[in-house]
């Protein structure tokens, strides 16, 4: 026998044995099928009244009234001799008579069994018993006695509820685990169905399908396909545009050289009508300069105008480079700077801040695919803990300083992530749950 008992059936308990004090001397307790009846009965008999001769039957639907009379007077007289043909209370007097038996407590479990000749018969000791005798009976309903007192057993509150569960199960979930809370609920303070939890059928399953959809498959080569095609687009500008960058630079420093040397040739030998011409062996490029005698102002301003437009020309160029280089360099400092994942990510957060669990599972690969399937690979993170000595992989959403923006956070999640009943979680909980795993 349980050795524990919950406080209010304790109080019950206790209310029982007053009654009986008050001169009350026939009790009905009354409630529905698993609420605990014959607990209580037990623990009745065995804490109270341990001077009286006490009697507890089990009654059945197969027991007869002359096994339902013996069991009662041989528990309550020694080697009773029992007339088969006389009633209960007539067999009780006559050993009366006999022997003295001293006060006596009589309780019979599931009385809904009991015939209305032996209700009758039980009534009318409790009322005339020359001796002390208490009569205590559990039932579902309602009995057809006319002077008893029917008290009714309660259901369990919400924390009796959880206390009774603590005293069977070593390995309970925590108070905030839905599957847990929603058992309680369901239960209704019934002691029968709160001992009847199985931790391993009460685990959040989530259905992921074998078979991809072939429209996935497609849709995931169209966009490798695109990425491709973007990748070859943007080399080719970049290789076009170095060989342009190239091309046009070298002819210009050509054609400057040129045109220097020629700046340097002896003016003073030419006619007023000579013509200054590029060597047929130079590059098409090179234009023909014609200008009168000693017109040195006249060529350099040539020279410079032609400066002028090559630089202009370059300018949108070495400006590409330059935006070039600072997006390799962007690119290059998003690659160094990466963020922790896992347990450690968890562990560099506040412990105010709040999170949502979305899901919770033993197998890695469908916390993954959870993930994967509806996109969440930028918002949720994934620590490990142990529960029932088995590995088990969370999965949370955020990490946020206050409830609105939690809440704010659970309204926007879709129907298919909401099916699981995700929650919120303290991060300081979520640390605690990490220790797990380093022991």
Same mark, same amino acid.
């Given at each position: 026998m349980q050795p524990q008992i919950l406080p209010s059936r304790a109080a019950?308990?206790?209310?029982?044995?007053l009654q009986f004090e008050y001169g009350q001397n026939l009790i009905v307790l009354l409630g529905t099928s698993g609420l605990g009846k014959s607990y209580l009965l037990?623990?009745? &008999?065995?804490?109270?009244?341990?001077?009286? !001769?006490?009697?507890?039957?089990?009654v059945t639907a197969q027991m007869t009234d002359i096994q339902l009379m013996s069991e009662l007077l041989e528990q309550s007289f020694n080697a009773p001799l029992i007339d088969h043909s006389l009633s209960l209370s007539e067999n009780f007097y006559q050993l009366l008579?006999?022997?003295?038996c001293g006060p006596c407590l009589w309780v019979l479990d599931n009385a809904r069994h009991l015939s209305e000749e032996l209700q009758v018969e039980l009534e009318l000791l409790a009322k005339n018993s020359p001796s002390t005798l208490y009569i205590m009976l559990a039932a579902q309903s309602k009995l057809a006695f006319t002077?008893? &007192?029917?008290i009714?057993?309660?259901?369990? !509150?919400?924390?009796?509820?959880?206390?009774?569960?603590s005293w069977y199960f070593s390995d309970l979930p925590y108070d905030e685990d839905p599957v847990y809370q929603a058992f309680i609920a369901a239960a209704q303070g019934n002691p029968n169905l709160l001992l009847s939890w199985q931790a391993t059928e009460h685990i959040a399953d989530v259905v992921v399908k074998d078979k991809v959809s072939w429209r996935l498959h497609l849709l995931i080569l169209m966009l490798i396909i695109l990425f491709l095609i973007i990748g070859l687009l943007y080399k080719s500008d970049m290789t076009q545009w170095w060989q342009q960058y190239y091309q046009q630079a070298e002819p210009e420093v050509l054609t400057t050289a040129i045109s220097v040397k020629q700046i340097q040739q002896p003016l003073a030998t030419a006619s007023d009508n000579s013509v200054i011409t590029a060597s047929p062996n130079l590059p098409a490029s090179t234009v023909e300069l014609q200008t009168p005698k000693n017109d040195v102002p006249a060529i350099m301003q040539s020279l410079t105008a032609k400066q002028a437009t090559s630089s202009s020309q370059n300018a949108p160029l070495v400006e590409r480079k330059v935006l070039a280089t600072q997006q390799h360099s962007n690119?290059?400092?998003?690659?160094?700077s990466k963020t922790l994942t896992g347990n450690a990510w968890y562990l560099q957060q506040p412990e105010t801040n709040t999170v949502i669990q979305l899901l919770a599972i033993t197998q890695q690969q469908v916390s993954a695919e959870f993930i994967s399937q509806h996109k969440l690979q930028?918002?949720?993170?994934?620590?490990?803990?142990?529960?029932?000595?088995?590995t088990w992989w969370v999965v949370t959403l955020g990490s946020f300083t206050n409830m609105n923006a939690a809440k704010l956070a659970m309204n926007a999640l879709p129907a298919e992530v909401k099916v699981n009943k995700p929650f919120y979680k303290k991060i300081s909980k979520i640390k605690q749950e990490i220790v797990l795993v380093d022991q």
């Amino acid at each position: 026998m349980q050795p524990q008992i919950l406080p209010s059936r304790a109080a019950l308990v206790d209310r029982i044995a007053l009654q009986f004090e008050y001169g009350q001397n026939l009790i009905v307790l009354l409630g529905t099928s698993g609420l605990g009846k014959s607990y209580l009965l037990e623990t009745f &008999i065995t804490d109270k009244y341990n001077d009286f !001769n006490k009697a507890f039957v089990q009654v059945t639907a197969q027991m007869t009234d002359i096994q339902l009379m013996s069991e009662l007077l041989e528990q309550s007289f020694n080697a009773p001799l029992i007339d088969h043909s006389l009633s209960l209370s007539e067999n009780f007097y006559q050993l009366l008579q006999q022997q003295a038996c001293g006060p006596c407590l009589w309780v019979l479990d599931n009385a809904r069994h009991l015939s209305e000749e032996l209700q009758v018969e039980l009534e009318l000791l409790a009322k005339n018993s020359p001796s002390t005798l208490y009569i205590m009976l559990a039932a579902q309903s309602k009995l057809a006695f006319t002077a008893a &007192i029917n008290i009714h057993l309660e259901p369990l !509150n919400q924390s009796e509820s959880k206390q009774l569960m603590s005293w069977y199960f070593s390995d309970l979930p925590y108070d905030e685990d839905p599957v847990y809370q929603a058992f309680i609920a369901a239960a209704q303070g019934n002691p029968n169905l709160l001992l009847s939890w199985q931790a391993t059928e009460h685990i959040a399953d989530v259905v992921v399908k074998d078979k991809v959809s072939w429209r996935l498959h497609l849709l995931i080569l169209m966009l490798i396909i695109l990425f491709l095609i973007i990748g070859l687009l943007y080399k080719s500008d970049m290789t076009q545009w170095w060989q342009q960058y190239y091309q046009q630079a070298e002819p210009e420093v050509l054609t400057t050289a040129i045109s220097v040397k020629q700046i340097q040739q002896p003016l003073a030998t030419a006619s007023d009508n000579s013509v200054i011409t590029a060597s047929p062996n130079l590059p098409a490029s090179t234009v023909e300069l014609q200008t009168p005698k000693n017109d040195v102002p006249a060529i350099m301003q040539s020279l410079t105008a032609k400066q002028a437009t090559s630089s202009s020309q370059n300018a949108p160029l070495v400006e590409r480079k330059v935006l070039a280089t600072q997006q390799h360099s962007n690119i290059s400092a998003q690659v160094e700077s990466k963020t922790l994942t896992g347990n450690a990510w968890y562990l560099q957060q506040p412990e105010t801040n709040t999170v949502i669990q979305l899901l919770a599972i033993t197998q890695q690969q469908v916390s993954a695919e959870f993930i994967s399937q509806h996109k969440l690979q930028k918002v949720a993170h994934t620590y490990q803990t142990k529960r029932n000595n088995k590995t088990w992989w969370v999965v949370t959403l955020g990490s946020f300083t206050n409830m609105n923006a939690a809440k704010l956070a659970m309204n926007a999640l879709p129907a298919e992530v909401k099916v699981n009943k995700p929650f919120y979680k303290k991060i300081s909980k979520i640390k605690q749950e990490i220790v797990l795993v380093d022991q």
